[in-house]
């Protein structure tokens, strides 16, 4: 069975910064693509960043410039570096795993990063 355990989120003012992480363990087939969505209240779940097990990224336009998607394949786990955060990056951040042809995808529980005014 496949988890995925994300940590890093908080409280940070405007401007601050905060990394994310998210560990999977079980079995996951080794061509995979790890990212990270967000939903804000009311809103629906938006992807974030996402990269492929061979580094190739993908940003939403509101993360260009500010957020860092890496991995580290021998241990599973994918971060998010988000910098120069605004009020509007507050969100629950999911971590998610899935097949390059979205065939299979699992998700984190969820971790919630506020960004005060």
């Known amino acids: 069975q496949v988890q995925l355990v994300e940590s890093g989120g908080g409280l940070v003012q405007a401007g601050g910064s905060l990394r994310l992480s998210c560990a999977a363990s079980?079995?996951?087939?080794?061509?995979?693509?790890m990212g990270w969505y967000r939903q804000a209240p009311g809103k629906q779940r938006e992807l974030v960043a996402e990269i492929t097990s061979g580094g190739s990224t993908n940003y939403a336009d509101s993360a260009k410039g500010r957020f860092t998607i890496s991995r580290d394949n021998a241990k599973k786990t994918v971060y998010l570096q988000m910098n120069s955060l605004k009020p509007e990056d507050t969100a629950v951040y999911y971590c998610?795993?899935?097949?390059?042809?979205?065939?299979?995808?699992?998700w984190g529980q969820g971790t919630q990063v506020t960004v005060s005014s």
């Open positions: 079980g079995r996951i087939f080794s061509i995979n693509v």
């Open positions: 998610n795993v899935r097949g390059l042809y979205y065939d299979w995808d699992y």
